[in-house]
């Protein structure tokens, strides 16, 4: 234990060192305010810019507090998970490839310590970044729009914020399996996008899926309601994810010494 904390603290620090505790939040943050800004402000910034012909009105329904925050919750569906992808993806990858892994095996460390350490500096960071783009986010639905309910907010944020868990889980993942970091982020993003499609159209069969979590989300968020399978989606995926991390240890091992 005393080892993984060790390596934990050299991780964070090295977060610091190569900015990515600096950019991943800012970037974040600017997710989260552009989706309120944008939509309360849309019509003035068409009547501003647009060349249209004189005494053209443009009516632009308002939408919803919901339909806002749904907006940006969209937006790290696909940015947000990029982002993370490309930021870790090369974690574990790139430091077997310069030979750096090497360097702090040979010492009396394990290998699940050194993976657990990295693993547990990405989500702190994650969830850092994550965290302060939804409270923009709402900060900015609570002054411009109608608003929305705390719980509704709490609810979709930490039920959203598994998935990108589990998304971060599968980088390191397949950080630790290949030697390549584009290949770990290939095959992070298309296992996503494969989970998400097939979750989409089969809701009955793949009810406890991950890749059900988003729609679940909008669930909570426009209709204020814990949907049924949800529970049992969290427990699945929190076991997944703790199976994955079981498992990468031992195979990384393997991989490294054939």
């Known amino acids: ?140 639905i609570q002054v411009l729009f109608n608003g929305i309910g705390f719980t509704a907010f709490l609810q979709g944020f930490l039920v959203y914020g598994l998935w990108l868990t589990f998304i971060l889980t599968l980088v390191v993942f397949m950080s630790s399996l290949v030697k390549t970091s584009g290949l770990a982020g290939f095959f992070t993003i298309g296992i996503a996008i494969v989970l998400t499609f097939v979750s989409g159209y089969m809701t009955k069969t793949l009810k406890w899926s991950p890749g059900q979590l988003s729609n679940y989300v909008n669930e909570i968020v426009l209709y204020s309601t814990w949907p049924d399978h949800l529970t049992g989606t969290i427990i699945f995926t929190v076991i997944l994810c703790l199976a994955i991390l079981l498992i990468a240890p031992p195979l990384y091992k393997k991989k490294d010494l054939i």
């Open 1 to 140: 234990m005393k080892t993984f904390w060790v390596l934990f603290r050299k991780e964070m620090l090295e977060l610091i060192r190569n900015y990515k505790m600096i950019w991943m939040p800012i970037v974040f943050i600017l997710f989260g305010l552009t989706e309120p800004l944008t939509a309360f402000y849309l019509p003035d910034i068409i009547n501003s810019v647009g060349d249209l012909p004189e005494g053209t009105v443009i009516s632009i329904p308002t939408p919803s507090s919901e339909e806002v925050l749904l907006s940006t919750i969209s937006q790290f569906s696909t940015f947000g998970v990029l982002i993370i992808v490309l930021g870790f993806m090369g974690m574990i990858a790139g430091e077997r490839k310069s030979g750096n892994a090497v360097m702090v095996l040979v010492k009396p460390v394990s290998y699940a310590a050194y993976i657990y350490s990295k693993w547990m500096a990405a989500f702190v960071l994650v969830w850092i970044s994550y965290g302060l783009g939804m409270i923009s986010s709402w900060y900015y």
